[in-house]
T-cell receptor, first 111, second 114 residues
Framework: EAQVTQNPRYLITVTGKKLTVTCSQNMNHEYMSWYRQDPGLGLRQIYYSMNVEVTDKGDVPEGYKVSRKEKRNFPLILESPSPNQTSLYFC??????????FGPGTRLTVL | AQKVTQAQTEISVVEKEDVTLDCVYETRDTTYYLFWYKQPPSGELVFLIR??????QNEISGRYSWNFQKSTSSFNFTITASQVVDSAVYFC???????????FGKGTSLLVTP
């Protein structure tokens, strides 16, 4: 089954404790991206990657890191999480002209 | 630059009413793709439809229909005979063939009450 998976689905952590949210897709898509969703602000892109070892900032990259060492994986790293990074995070993948498929989302709470 | 505007923040209807969600877009590209996604209360983003800029035919899928009009840069979504299960946030999105960015509108929250 074609899908994008994210883990964990729910995470409560404390300020400053490094965390990684994993993302994997099995559709051989070149393009992957991370979004955060906040009430009233819609979906905002954090980072994206057009292929292995090619990443770039989206609209709200501050406080986040990503890497793309393999085509299927695109982890999101929060080196020192802060409460304003409490949000719902989505990973997504697609080809240039194809539909973008989203992971199930990760609800992150930073205390 | 590309932009998607969903002017309706919230809509509330009674079950069985028809409802139209508006989407207006801006792009300089001649080749582009439009999407609608549904986000139910459970939180996942569900793909509904993809339409390319060369295909202005309206589409119907069960109770759902989409009206794409290039002349007004709109891609509106109509739910006929709404049901409680249609309650969700609906997002319109746009991408152009010149790039990978997928630009979302801010979403319309639809509440269908019995």
């Amino acid at each position: 089954e074609a899908q994008v998976t994210q883990n964990p689905r729910y995470l409560i952590t404390v300020t400053g404790k490094k965390l990684t949210v994993t993302c994997s897709q099995n559709m051989n898509h070149e393009y992957m991206s991370w979004y955060r969703q906040d009430p009233g602000l819609g979906l905002r892109q954090i980072y994206y990657s057009m292929n292995v070892e090619v990443t770039d900032k989206g609209d709200v990259p501050e406080g986040y890191k990503v890497s793309r060492k393999e085509k299927r994986n695109f982890p999101l790293i929060l080196e020192s999480p802060s409460p304003n990074q409490t949000s719902l995070y989505f990973c997504a993948s697609r080809t240039r002209t194809d539909t973008q498929y989203f992971g199930p989302g990760t609800r992150l709470t930073v205390l | 630059a590309q932009k998607v505007t969903q002017a309706q923040t919230e809509i509330s209807v009674v079950e069985k009413e028809d409802v139209t969600l508006d989407c207006v877009y801006e792009t300089r590209d001649t080749t582009y793709y439009l999407f609608w996604y549904k986000q139910p209360p459970s939180g996942e983003l569900v793909f509904l439809i993809r339409r390319n800029s060369f295909d202005e035919q309206n589409e119907i899928s069960g109770r759902y229909s989409w009206n794409f009009q290039k002349s007004t840069s709109s891609f509106n979504f109509t739910i006929t005979a709404s049901q409680v299960v249609d309650s969700a946030v609906y997002f319109c999105a746009l991408t152009a063939s010149s790039g990978y960015a997928l630009n979302f509108g801010k979403g319309t929250s639809l509440l269908v009450t019995p």
